[in-house]
C-alpha cells in the first residue's frame, strides 16, 4: 500500500484548515474520499496526523519560539550580519510582534493543521482507538492555539472546504477540549510515549486545569479549589501507576534513544526518520560553526539571570555526558546543560577559536545586538538533547531523539503547585505530601544533585519549574500563570498586557470573517 503518499496528501490537506476563504467553492477536490483510502486501514492517515506535529511541536521554530523566545529563559541575538532574519527574532524576544509576523504566522497555520488533519480521519470508519488518538491529538493542538492565541478554529469531520472555519475562545475551547479528552481517555491505549495514551490525557487535563483561570483571565486569573484538586486528582493517577520514575541521569529523557531510556516520558513525539527530524534544531541553533562535529549555527543563548537559578553542584545546568557513538571527550567537558567558557574540540580535548581565530568561550554578556569583535563567543548556549551524533554521521538531517511534551517531572511540579494555590494536599508514591517535600524529592534526586530547599512559595516554584523544564515550551505558559510575563528584563521594557496572547495572523483574519483580532493588534 502506497502510505507515503496518503501520508503526504494528508499533510497537503492540513494546510487547507486556516486557508480556505469565500474565493473556494464547492468543486474543491482537496479532500480525501473513501476509495482513495486503503480499504479499512485509515490507520495510515492516523500516522499522517502523528508526523504532523512534526514542524510546530519539534524543532526551535514553531511552537517552540513563541513559547520560550518570548522569555527570559532564551535571547536570538543578532551578531552582526548574522541572524537578523528581519527583526522576527528580535520581536518574539521584545515582544513587539505584530499580526504578520512570520513565526506567528505559521504557527498557527501548522497547528489548525494537526487539527483538521485529526478531524479529516473521523469519516473514514477508524476503530474505536484510532477515533480515540485522533481527538487527543486534535485537543492537544487545540490546547496549544488556545494557550497562545484564544482562538481555536474547528470544523466537524466532512464539512466542505468552501465553509469558512467557525471558532472557539477562551473559556468555551477550553471546555471543548476538556470535553473531547475526557471522552476519549478511556479508549486510548496504555502507552507507549510516543502514542496518545491515557497518561497523556491525564497531563493535558492538568494543564487544562491548572491554566483554567488564566484563559478566563490572563491578566489576573484566579485558581478554584475545585480546579487545583482535579489536577491533583490526575497527578497522584499517574504517580500511583509507577510506570514513570526519575532516570539516573537527567538528560536520559532526552537522548537519541530516550524512547528506551527516558523513564520519566509520559508523551513524546517520535523522531524516527533517519535522515530528518526538526528536533535536530536543539543543537545545530546554538552550537558555533568550529564546534565539530555538530556544525552549528552559533544563534541563541540563555540570559544570565536565568543561568543564574541554578546552583553550581545542579546537574542540570550541565554534565560530560556519554553518547552512543559521540567523541571520547577525553577532557570529560560539559556537553549537554548550559555551556559557559572555554569550548573544546571533544574528540582531541583542543581548544576551540572562532573563525576569527579568538578563542571559542561563551561569556554571560549577551546582548540583543552584539556587534562587537567577539560577538561570535557571546552568551551562555542552552543544550538539553543530546547530540544524535550517529544520524549527524550519516549526513543530512539525522535525528532520532524523542522530543519530549509530557513527563513524570513536570506532574510532580504541577501537583506541588496546585496545593500551593489551595488543593487539598495528598501523599502518592515517595514524593511527600507537600509541595516542599515534593520539590525537594525532585531537587535531591542523584539525577539533578541540587540541595534541599528550607522552603517553597510560588516565586521559589516558579523558579524550580525554570530549572527543570527549560527548553521544553513551557516557559511562557508558566511566566503568565505566575504574573511575570510581561515584566521587564534584559534589553526589554515592561510589555503591555496585550502581549499576554499573540495575534491572529492577518492572513486569517483577512480571509474568515468568523476571527475577531485579539485586542490591541
Not at 54 to 71: H, K, M, N, W, Y
Not at 245 to 265: H, Q
Not at 462 to 481: K, N, P, T
Request: neutral net charge; aromatic residues 10%; hydrophobic residues 35%.
Amino acid at each position: 500500500m502506497n502510505y507515503s503518499k496518503i501520508v503526504c496528501t494528508a499533510a497537503v490537506l492540513a494546510l487547507l484548515q486556516v486557508a480556505s476563504s469565500c474565493e473556494l467553492n464547492e468543486t474543491l477536490e482537496g479532500q480525501l474520499t473513501q476509495d482513495q483510502i486503503p480499504r479499512g486501514n485509515p490507520a495510515a492517515l492516523l500516522i499522517g496526523v502523528y508526523n504532523s506535529q512534526r514542524d510546530p511541536i519539534q524543532g526551535c521554530v514553531s511552537v517552540f519560539a513563541l513559547q520560550e523566545v518570548s522569555t527570559d529563559a532564551r535571547i536570538m541575538p543578532t551578531r552582526g550580519p548574522d541572524w537578523d532574519d528581519n527583526g522576527k527574532w528580535r520581536a518574539l524576544y521584545n515582544h513587539t510582534w505584530d499580526p504578520n509576523n512570520e513565526r506567528v504566522r505559521d504557527t498557527y497555520t501548522q497547528l489548525n493543521g494537526i487539527i483538521y488533519a485529526a478531524t479529516d480521519i473521523l469519516r473514514f470508519d477508524p476503530t474505536v482507538q484510532q477515533q480515540a488518538e485522533a481527538r487527543f491529538l486534535r485537543a492537544w493542538a487545540s490546547y496549544l492555539v488556545l494557550d497562545l492565541y484564544d482562538q481555536v478554529l474547528y470544523r466537524e469531520p466532512g464539512e466542505r472546504l468552501s465553509e469558512l472555519a467557525r471558532v472557539r475562545k477562551g473559556t468555551e475551547a477550553l471546555n471543548y477540549i476538556v470535553s473531547e479528552i475526557t471522552a476519549v481517555q478511556k479508549d486510548l491505549p496504555d502507552g507507549p510515549a510516543g502514542r496518545a495514551s491515557k497518561d497523556a490525557a491525564r497531563v493535558l487535563l492538568m494543564k487544562c486545569y491548572l491554566n483554567k483561570g488564566v484563559y478566563a483571565n490572563r491578566q489576573a486569573p484566579t485558581f478554584a479549589a475545585a480546579d487545583m484538586n482535579q489536577v491533583v486528582t490526575l497527578a497522584d493517577e499517574i504517580i500511583n501507576s509507577g510506570k514513570y520514575s526519575f532516570t539516573a541521569n537527567f538528560f536520559d529523557n532526552f537522548a537519541p534513544n530516550n524512547g528506551a531510556i527516558g523513564r520519566e516520558n509520559i508523551f513524546t513525539q517520535e523522531n524516527t526518520f533517519g535522515n530528518s527530524g526538526p528536533t535536530r534544531d536543539f543543537w545545530k541553533f546554538i552550537s558555533h560553526y568550529n564546534m565539530r562535529p555538530v556544525d552549528g549555527y552559533n544563534g541563541p543563548a540563555t540570559t544570565a539571570s536565568f543561568y543564574d537559578l541554578f546552583e553550581t553542584a545542579d546537574k542540570r545546568r550541565g554534565v560530560a555526558y556519554d553518547i552512543e557513538g559521540g567523541p571520547a571527550n577525553p577532557g570529560r567537558r560539559i556537553n549537554v546543560g548550559f555551556l559557559i567558557g572555554q569550548q573544546y574540540n571533544l574528540t582531541t580535548d583542543a581548544a576551540l577559536t572562532t573563525r576569527g581565530g579568538a578563542p571559542l568561550a561563551f561569556t554571560k554578556e549577551i546582548n540583543l545586538f552584539e556587534t562587537g569583535a567577539d560577538l561570535e563567543a557571546k552568551g551562555i548556549r542552552p543544550l538539553k538533547y543530546p547530540v544524535d551524533y550517529v544520524s549527524e554521521g550519516k549526513g543530512g538531517n539525522g535525528c532520532e531523539n524523542d522530543h519530549v511534551s509530557f513527563r513524570l517531572a513536570d506532574v510532580l511540579l504541577m501537583k506541588a503547585e496546585a496545593i500551593l494555590r489551595g488543593a487539598t494536599p495528598t501523599s502518592a508514591g515517595t514524593y511527600g505530601g507537600t509541595p516542599l517535600a515534593i520539590v525537594n524529592s525532585l531537587r535531591t534526586h542523584p539525577s539533578r544533585g541540587a540541595s534541599a530547599l528550607s522552603s517553597l512559595n510560588l516565586d521559589v516554584l516558579l523558579d524550580e519549574r525554570g530549572r527543570e523544564l527549560y527548553g521544553e515550551s513551557w516557559r511562557r505558559q508558566d511566566m503568565i500563570r505566575f504574573g511575570k510575563f510581561l515584566q521587564a528584563r534584559k534589553d526589554k521594557p515592561q510589555s503591555d498586557p496585550k502581549y499576554l496572547i499573540y495575534p491572529v495572523p492577518q492572513t486569517q483574519v483577512d480571509v474568515n470573517r468568523n476571527i475577531t483580532q485579539n485586542p490591541g493588534y
